[in-house]
């Protein structure tokens, strides 16, 4: 931006007025059977994971809120692996599903959004979009819708893979972000 | 927290082009995004997208498309990189979202998901795609490009930066 001040012309910073915050990372070590983020403040309106993951045993990605391991979750998906299409739902689940497949060497990367997450008056909806390419047949995208049924305002998130039998490789990692 | 989600650089063509270039990204981010306004009336709509000049069949893609009335998934591998699944072909702009995801992680491959979304009054469709880019190479140049003429004036593209904890 620049203005005139007494015949002279001044350049000013740009100011940063934004909205979305970076709130923690976490990272794989090693092998992990999952990936947590803890302590969340209620301060934002909403909440966003981006990221990626390895998993050597190829499973899908899974997510639980508050270390609620009962089945107060539901989910339906709407995907495709580049010769079909598919869609459904399945009602009353130990966890949401937040990515269809991955693998050892290319990144199987994950959006998430988690909206009104510190309410305490409404259940819990999440959307994930997740995409695994890897050069061959058999590639996919999936668009998932997750319920949590709980009013509890959500503190922590745990992140899985192979419904969480499986393990996260070394280096896949997720960022969470604080939407105000 | 750390603020994030930053604008890097913001093009408008004020007359039709046939490509839209990010140069000398920094890598000081972890992730990039695209937003981006295909005018409509363009000679063409679809948009291809390269890093680092590579012309070459490093990339490959899996989409996922609705139609309005079906809802297809196609796939194409060893070939050029492309952000929208189907252009509109119409006087109506469509819109581009592309999150690229570790675009300078030199340890990695690089991977995208794309959403397109365009409606022309009795026709349209929405679509995702996931590309890959198979290099490990830091991304420093993004080149979007129409796969067979011009972009038409107005279009508009923005690329911004976010950056974890």
Known sequence: ?180 | MATTYEPIATTTLGSAASSITFSSITSAYTDLRIIMNVAGGGSSNFVQIRFNSDATSNYSRTSLIADGSTVTSTRASATNGLLNVAASGSVQPELILADIFSYSNTSVYKTWLSSDNSDANGSGNVGRIVGLWRSTAAIDTILLQGNTGNFAAGTTATLYGILKA
Not at chain 1, 6 to 23: K, W
Not at chain 1, 101 to 124: F, M, R
């Open chain 1, 1 to 180: 931006m620049t203005g005139v001040l007494g015949g002279l012309i001044a350049a000013f910073p740009t100011p940063v007025t934004s909205s979305y915050e970076s709130i923690a990372t976490v990272t794989a070590a090693g092998v992990e059977t999952s990936l947590n983020f803890t302590s969340i403040l209620g301060t934002y309106k909403s909440l966003q994971i981006r990221g990626f993951f390895l998993s050597s045993g190829g499973g899908g990605g899974s997510m639980r809120f508050n270390s609620d391991t009962g089945s107060n979750y539901a989910r339906h998906y709407l995907g495709g692996n580049g010769s079909s299409a598919f869609a459904g739902g399945s009602a009353t689940q130990t966890l949401m599903t937040t990515a269809d497949q991955s693998g050892s060497t290319y990144n199987s990367v994950i959006l998430i959004d988690i909206i009104d997450y510190a309410s305490t008056t409404k259940n819990k909806t999440m959307r994930a979009w997740n995409g695994y390419d890897f050069n061959a047949a058999g590639s996919s995208t999936y668009m998932y819708s997750g319920l949590w049924m709980s009013t509890s305002a959500i503190t922590s998130i745990q992140l899985g893979t192979g419904l969480f039998g499986g393990t996260f490789d070394a280096g896949s990692t997720f960022a969470l972000y604080g939407v105000k």
